[in-house]
């Protein structure tokens, strides 16, 4: 087991800048290197290690090609734009490096195969860092999932409802990505936050993998006129032609039987939700009104229509994951409410233990694929669409995850004793 690791990161904006913040609070972890194409952003960056860590000497890159190179790194961790993660990756994981990236959906099916050759012909690990499947309540619902307190599962719904539009309409100005992928896109642009903890509740690639699916896209109007409103009409953001509807809808059908339905829903006045939803044949959780009912445990009372159902924040502390438990014990950090860190320790306790990672090169080709077959299926006008198999078969008798208290695909008690 290594002591310390020694890591770079690829991809200074906003995201990539905050999770190396955190990551220089970590004891174990040595950040040495940086890389963005901008300038400015490298050197925003070396200026807080040196700030924060005058211990280290962090270079700065504006050639990922150079960062992963580096000899003396254990692990890159990718926070760029959407469209250049799997290249990054795939050139860190064939230079030996451990290799984490931000979440995003891929850009095409070929993408999704290059991580896994990637994975498969070095053995070099390789992490989508779903900082969703380490919330408090997810891991909560995914303890429950796995005692088998919803019974078995039949349908989960999700969503990223995010109100983006200042975000996305700025996209030129902030240097942010999301712009041209907003106006030249359509489809499930960004699935993972949902899709991460549904697919482990569901045992993805492990017994059960997803076969197919079909996506339908609204119109676009919400970002013309927000543009208009906050550019004026005469304004070429105004004017322009978005491609991405401001509601796409999709709906997967797995091979045990379970239906997903995802929501991307980024271009509309909303309040932020991940909308998760699981039904099972013995009681239901839904966020939106935060309501979990359990057969048995909410009777249904003669006379009302509706049975009785429980705030389950108000349950939470009942069916908190141990790892959640262990975290409040150690103290909650870390952004988005701590799954941010969470997910940063999942993947460098895997480099450090040299052990396969929770969320692994099929997991993430799997997850990452909905974008582009969402894609493809609103072009054909809602055609479904095959998912391929990543695991070219592995996923009908695949044995466990590494044995740790990060695993997504069961929870391991005797680790937290
Ligand atoms: N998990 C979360 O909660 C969460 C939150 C925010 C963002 N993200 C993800 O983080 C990633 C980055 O998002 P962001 O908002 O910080 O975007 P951003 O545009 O602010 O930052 C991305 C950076 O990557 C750099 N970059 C692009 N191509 C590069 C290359 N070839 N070499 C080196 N640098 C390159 C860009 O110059 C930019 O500075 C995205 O995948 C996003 O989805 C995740």
Known sequence: ????????????????????????????????????????????????????????????????????????????????????????????????????????????????????RAYEETGVPCMLLENCCYGREELALLDMVKKNIFG?????????????????TGGLIRRHYRFRNFQRRNGELYPTHALGPIANMLNINRGNRFIALTSMA??????????????????????????????????????????????????????????????????MYGEDGDRLMIEGLNEHVEGEWEPRWMKFKDELPKYDHPLWKWFQSAGVRGGHGGMDYLVQRAFFESVKNGTDTPIDAYDSAAWMSITTLSEQSIAMGSMPVPVPDFTNGLWIDRGPDPKSRYSLDAVHYDLFD
């Open 1 to 116: 087991m290594k002591e310390k690791l020694k890591i770079g990161y690829v991809g200074m904006g906003g995201r990539g800048y905050g999770q190396m913040i955190l990551s220089l609070d970590m004891d174990d972890i040595d950040v040495l290197a940086v890389c963005d194409v901008y300038d400015d952003r490298v050197k925003r960056a070396l200026d807080k290690i040196r700030e924060k860590r005058p211990d280290l000497a962090p270079e700065g890159y504006a050639d990922y090609r150079k960062l992963v190179a580096r000899p003396d790194l254990d692990a890159v961790v990718v926070t760029s734009s959407w469209q250049t993660h799997v290249r990054i990756a795939e050139a860190a994981m064939r230079a030996g490096k451990y290799t984490a990236f931000e979440v995003g959906g891929a850009s095409s099916i070929e993408e999704c195969w290059r991580l896994v």
């Open 152 to 168: 078995e599962l039949l349908h989960l719904d999700g969503a990223y409802a995010h109100d983006l539009r200042d975000e996305i």
């Open 218 to 283: 609204t119109k676009a109007r919400g970002l013309t006129e927000f543009a208009k409103n906050k550019y004026g009409a005469d304004h070429e953001y105004a004017k322009m032609d978005w491609n991405e509807g401001d509601i796409v809808t999709t709906l997967i059908k797995c091979a045990n039987g379970e239906t997903i339905r995802l929501q991307h829903d980024d271009c509309l006045p909303r309040i932020y939700s991940r909308e998760l939803t699981v039904r099972g044949t013995r009681g």
